[in-house]
């Protein structure tokens, strides 16, 4: 809190010389001081909320809800702030390079989304609202983490966890002797709807306990309960859009994204939306068929997982033996970037992390220079948020001399002593995209931290995330990390030409819970300037059924008790942001394809015209560069199945 506290004073003091410097507003004085400004704030502000997600404490949340509205206030500080705003479009563009162009224009838009140019009546209200959100959104945080680790399914019995691999059993007998239940066993939950121990429980009662315990979330009659919170966000969101001049939150947010309009992203959801709800209710006969009873939403991923080892001759359990985190990670996820761009990845255990499950590799080039350092946090506690994500400690930038430090954070059950943490398929997935988000930051090459890294629209920022998932199940790649954790024997190669052929199997389910945390997503933040919304399940429901989407058997993927994605990370009216990115991945992998796959020049120019430059041009013209053109759709339609 005092670095904090002295880092705002630190900065205003800054700005307060910007706006009073008598000499007449240049590119240097004003925007560069700018970007020179806040340097102990930021550093203070990213260990911080480093830390209150990945390794909360009873007095870090108490903190949190104090530093929430301080900084919101500072911003306001900032972006309110007219004679800053007014000296900002003094400068002159004439002269000026593309980055610090683009630059000038960025800081004129910011300026004006944050409402600079309002009075003052509206300003004061503005920043009321702000103040609300930012405490709102600590709340629904701070509630959704305490309630997912009460609903943690406890059990009497090894027997009814039966279906689970004896490693799972006994990272279950771990979690619940931490929790204080000797003797028993505790299944912790992640944050989606769906849980991993659904595939292969084979108790039905208890999968349907776990399920239900999921889906109730912050929505239970208690103090945890976030609908409320939820309400009151997009209310205030709404509120806000209002004042600054859109119809609504959803309009505000597609202004500052890559997509043109609210109207072009609702339109095509809602073209994907009956394609993907037709090929689920296939997918659902077939399982029916299996199951020889109707399917319910608990039974979908054990008689899901059940059609592939039968159909496809998949079998999800077999494989996890073979997907060993740390053959993982360095055979896998560290081998692909060594491949790919000459990485290497050495252990620095004499740097100490903000927990002792966190692991730190200095990150060099080909020729041994340094690039940055990452950090791994992967497996679950209390303390953590759910789900997965990757966070800047220290963004590159040429101007300040700062190289990258970045965090991967993922939500994997932590083994007993001395046990191997295996890992499903979806959680390999996860190791590969997180690291393409690490990817992002550690290779960004820009002038100016504005523009470092992961700084770029909310709709682009998974772009390469997700391209790095394509290096999963290559043949080189697989064949170096997927070995037996016991014997050290390879994945068969025909067990990988099976998982292949899978792939489109489950996508009906897989885009259609997708596309129901889209679209709700999209409706809490299309509610008119004074809309209240008093049931918000009730809502929930109604906009799931608007958009043809309330299907029975697949919830969406995130509900409002726990859609932390939008009321509490940064994705409001953005979710779509997923399959937005998708359709330039898509694209992106025909063309590593078509030029020869895993080999150092087709990365290095993705590297060079698209992973380095962050947001120092325009995403989408950076793509066209690298591309020749804009992203075609069929790519996506063919891997989803929805053409």
């Given at each position: 809190l005092p670095a904090i506290e002295s880092g705002i004073a630190e900065q205003l003091a800054e700005i307060d010389a910007?706006?009073?410097?008598?000499?007449?507003?240049?590119?240097?004085?004003?925007?560069?001081?700018?970007?020179?400004?806040?340097?102990?704030?930021?550093?203070?502000?990213?260990?911080?909320?480093?830390?209150?997600?990945?390794?909360?404490?009873?007095?870090?949340?108490?903190?949190?809800?104090?530093?929430?509205?301080?900084?919101?206030?500072?911003?306001?500080?900032?972006?309110?702030?007219?004679?800053?705003?007014?000296?900002?479009a003094q400068v002159s563009a004439e002269g000026l390079d593309p980055e610090s162009s683009r630059l000038l224009s960025e800081y004129l838009k910011a300026f004006r989304r944050a409402g600079a140019q309002l009075g003052d009546e509206s300003k004061a209200r503005l920043r009321g609202i702000n103040s609300q959100i930012s405490s709102l959104t600590t709340t629904y945080s701070q509630r959704l983490l305490r309630d997912t680790n009460d609903s943690a399914l406890l059990v009497d019995t090894a027997a009814e966890l039966d279906g689970l691999s004896s490693e799972d059993v006994a990272a279950a007998a771990e979690a619940a002797q931490q929790a204080g239940h000797a003797g028993k066993y505790l299944l912790t939950l992640i944050l989606p709807s769906a849980q991993p121990p659904l595939e292969t429980l084979t108790n039905r009662g208890v999968r349907q306990r776990l399920f239900e315990a999921s889906l109730a979330r912050g929505s239970r009659d208690n103090e945890n309960n976030v609908l409320g919170v939820a309400a009151e966000l997009a209310a205030l969101r709404a509120e806000r859009a209002d004042l600054l001049g859109y119809a609504s939150h959803a309009e505000f947010a597609m202004d500052d994204q890559t997509a043109p309009s609210l109207s072009a992203?609702?339109?095509?959801?809602?073209?994907?939306?009956?394609?993907?709800?037709?090929?689920?209710?296939?997918?659902?006969?077939?399982?029916?068929?299996?199951?020889?009873?109707?399917?319910?939403?608990?039974?979908?991923?054990?008689?899901?997982?059940?059609?592939?080892?039968?159909?496809?001759?998949?079998?999800?359990?077999?494989?996890?033996?073979?997907?060993?985190?740390?053959?993982?990670?360095?055979?896998?996820?560290?081998?692909?970037?060594?491949k790919l761009y000459g990485l290497t990845f050495e252990p620095r255990e004499d740097l100490i992390g903000y927990h002792p499950d966190v692991r730190i590799w200095e990150v060099k080039i080909a020729d041994g220079t340094g690039l940055g350092l990452f950090l791994g946090d992967y497996f679950t506690r209390d303390e953590k948020n759910g789900g997965a994500w990757m966070n800047p400690l220290v963004e590159q930038s040429t101007l300040l001399g700062h190289q990258s430090v970045v965090v991967n954070n993922l939500n994997i059950s932590k083994p007993a002593p001395g046990e191997p943490a295996l890992l499903t398929p979806d959680q390999v997935r996860t190791c590969f995209h997180e690291f393409g988000h690490a990817l992002h930051g550690l290779f960004s090459n820009v002038t100016f931290p504005r523009f470092s890294g992961t700084s770029v629209a909310r709709d682009f920022v998974e772009y390469p995330s997700q391209v790095n998932e394509m290096w999963i199940l290559d043949p080189e790649v697989v064949g170096n990390y997927a070995r037996h954790y016991q014997t050290g024997a390879p994945l068969d190669a025909t067990v990988v030409e099976?998982?292949?052929?899978?792939?489109?199997?489950?996508?009906?389910?897989?885009?259609?819970?997708?596309?129901?945390?889209?679209?709700?997503?999209?409706?809490?933040?299309?509610?008119?300037?004074?809309?209240?919304?008093?049931?918000?399940?009730?809502?929930?429901?109604?906009?799931?059924?608007?958009?043809?989407?309330?299907?029975?058997?697949?919830?969406?993927?995130?509900?409002?008790?726990?859609?932390?994605?939008?009321?509490?990370?940064?994705?409001?009216?953005?979710?779509?942001?997923?399959?937005?990115?998708?359709?330039?991945?898509?694209?992106?992998?025909?063309?590593?394809?078509?030029?020869?796959?895993?080999?150092?020049?087709?990365?290095?120019?993705?590297?060079?015209?698209?992973?380095?430059?962050?947001?120092?041009?325009?995403?989408?013209?950076?793509?066209?560069?690298?591309?020749?053109?804009?992203?075609?759709?069929?790519?996506?339609?063919?891997?989803?199945?929805?053409?």
């Open positions: 910007i706006v009073a410097n008598p000499e007449p507003a240049t590119f240097e004085n004003t925007l560069v001081a700018l970007e020179q400004s806040g340097q102990q704030l930021f550093r203070a502000v990213v260990v911080f909320y480093n830390n209150s997600s990945a390794h909360s404490t009873e007095v870090l949340q108490q903190l949190e809800a104090k530093i929430a509205p301080m900084l919101a206030e500072h911003s306001d500080n900032i972006y309110l702030n007219a004679a800053l705003a007014t000296r900002c992203v609702r339109s095509m959801l809602e073209t994907l939306a009956p394609a993907a709800v037709r090929n689920a209710k296939v997918e659902a006969d077939q399982l029916a068929a299996v199951a020889g009873h109707p399917i319910e939403a608990w039974d979908w991923a054990y008689y899901s997982a059940m059609v592939q080892r039968e159909k496809y001759r998949v079998d999800a359990v077999m494989l996890r033996e073979y997907f060993e985190l740390e053959r993982v990670l360095n055979d896998g996820v560290f081998y692909a970037a060594h099976r998982m292949k052929d899978a792939s489109l199997w489950g996508e009906g389910f897989g885009t259609t819970e997708y596309l129901g945390a889209a679209l709700l997503d999209l409706a809490w933040h299309e509610l008119s300037p004074g809309q209240q919304i008093s049931d918000p399940l009730a809502f929930e429901r109604d906009a799931l059924a608007a958009a043809g989407l309330a299907v029975e058997q697949i919830p969406p993927r995130y509900r409002t008790g726990y859609f932390k994605h939008i009321f509490a990370g940064g994705y409001a009216a953005g979710y779509y942001s997923y399959i937005w990115s998708e359709v330039l991945d898509a694209d992106t992998v025909e063309w590593f394809k078509e030029n020869g796959g895993l080999i150092r020049a087709n990365a290095d120019q993705f590297r060079a015209m698209l992973l380095s430059r962050g947001n120092a041009a325009d995403p989408l013209d950076s793509f066209r560069s690298f591309r020749g053109r804009d992203a075609a759709l069929e790519p996506l339609l063919n891997r989803r199945g929805l053409n």
